[in-house]
């Protein structure tokens, strides 16, 4: 049986050197502990890993009795088991559906019943069509009877950019967008015994982001609105903004529970991104404040007449940027500062 780090699979000895030499410094083990699902006090369930298909790219890790989360699928899927079926929060890429699937029928043959997506990216909405189309209807009823297809719910925000006006080319397929929508902040419902809240978070990563509460398995999934592996995405093209992404992750913090009193069991709230690993409230406090750290900074320098190339060149992400920054790719830290810059830069006022 293996367990799980932050950098993945790892064996039950190496885990146990892990904890005893996080438990030297009380801040290094409070962060290590975060995703460290293999604790001897955890029950045996928690610690099940699902074993891919041979040759597949993704991997399923449980992390509840009834919560899973595909990791490699171009963003990471949540799955969520009961008696009503399965129900998952992001379908991940267009390109990797078939193996999600599969992932899918290696840990229960029930029928997926709804499908929760975050955001509008691509990432996230790709294999919709293909997911739902392997599924059937939540509701049956007088209007879909027939349909052998699942649900899609996502922030009315979202079918604004994937679908388009009639007579233009659409940037996603019908098949993606989804089948039912909200407007209000929160939309809640009761499924395979949960109690599941979708609370949007405008103007955050981007204008449709939501996130995904399960209330009995303690478990949010955050969509984009954290990524460990790097500074926030900023889409201002899309609505983001940099105050946005702080209201989106103070409310997280709300919501999130801490390793507290009990600090080396694993009783906290999991806290799963878009991309990369599982977090808990004591990384996300890290991450809140770092963004608010570097906003501060930016909001400085802008007062003191700075350009956006002196801002840069000063380097506000100063003590952050070999943690979270990149030079290449598509998010680089520059792209940060300036995301931030530009948002501070056209609200001050004169």
Same mark, same amino acid.
């Given at each position: 049986m293996q367990?799980?780090?932050?950098?993945? %699979?790892?064996?039950?000895?190496?885990?146990r050197r892990v904890r005893l030499k996080c438990m030297k410094t009380s801040g290094a083990w409070l962060?290590?502990?975060v995703v460290m699902l293999g604790s001897s006090h955890a029950p045996q369930g928690l610690r099940a890993q699902q074993r %891919?298909?041979? +040759?597949?790219?993704?991997?399923?890790?449980?992390i509840r009795s009834n919560l899973y989360v595909v990791f490699g699928a171009g963003g990471n899927v949540v799955m969520h088991l009961g008696p009503e079926g399965v129900i998952l929060v992001d379908s991940g890429s267009a390109a990797?559906?078939? =193996?999600?699937?599969?992932?899918?029928? *290696?840990?229960? *043959?029930?029928?997926?019943?709804?499908?929760?997506?975050?955001?509008? /990216?691509?990432?996230?909405? !790709?294999?919709?069509?293909?997911?739902a189309a392997a599924g059937v209807s939540i509701n049956p009823n007088a209007f879909n009877s027939g349909t052998e297809a699942a649900a899609v719910l996502a922030h009315e925000n979202v079918l604004n950019r994937v679908s388009a006006s009639t007579g233009e080319q659409p940037p996603f397929?019908? +098949?993606?967008?989804?089948?039912?929508?909200?407007?209000?902040k929160t939309i809640s419902m009761y499924l395979n015994d949960e109690g599941? =809240?979708?609370?949007? =978070? %405008?103007?955050?990563?981007?204008? +449709? /982001?939501?996130?995904?509460f399960f209330r009995r398995a303690d478990v949010i999934?955050? +969509?984009d609105i954290i990524d460990l592996r790097r500074f926030p995405v900023i889409d201002a093209a899309t609505g983001g903004s940099v105050q946005g992404e702080l209201d989106a992750l103070n409310r997280l913090l709300d919501l999130a529970i801490p390793a507290m009193p009990l600090v080396y069991k694993e009783g906290r709230t999991y806290l799963v991104p878009g991309h990369g690993r599982i977090a808990d409230h004591a990384e996300l406090v890290e991450y809140r404040d770092m963004v608010t750290v570097i906003r501060d900074r930016i909001k400085d320098m802008i007062d003191k007449g700075m350009t956006l190339q002196q801002v840069t060149a000063a380097n506000p992400t100063q003590g952050?940027?070999?943690?979270? !920054?990149? /030079?290449?790719?598509?998010? *680089?830290t520059d792209m940060f500062v300036e995301a931030i810059f530009n948002e501070l830069r056209s609200t001050r006022r004169p």
């Open positions: 367990e799980m780090t932050a950098n993945g %699979p790892v064996t039950r000895e190496t885990s962060v290590a502990l %891919p298909p041979e +040759g597949a790219a993704v991997e399923t890790i449980q990797m559906a078939d =193996q999600v699937l599969a992932a899918i029928k *290696t840990v229960t *043959t029930d029928p997926i019943r709804l499908i929760i997506n975050t955001s509008a /990216d691509a990432d996230h909405v !790709g294999g919709n069509e293909t997911i397929p019908v +098949g993606t967008w989804p089948t039912d929508t909200y407007i209000a599941i =809240q979708v609370m949007h =978070q %405008p103007a955050a990563h981007s204008d +449709g /982001d939501s996130i995904v999934a955050t +969509g952050y940027r070999a943690r979270y !920054g990149s /030079d290449t790719g598509p998010w *680089t």
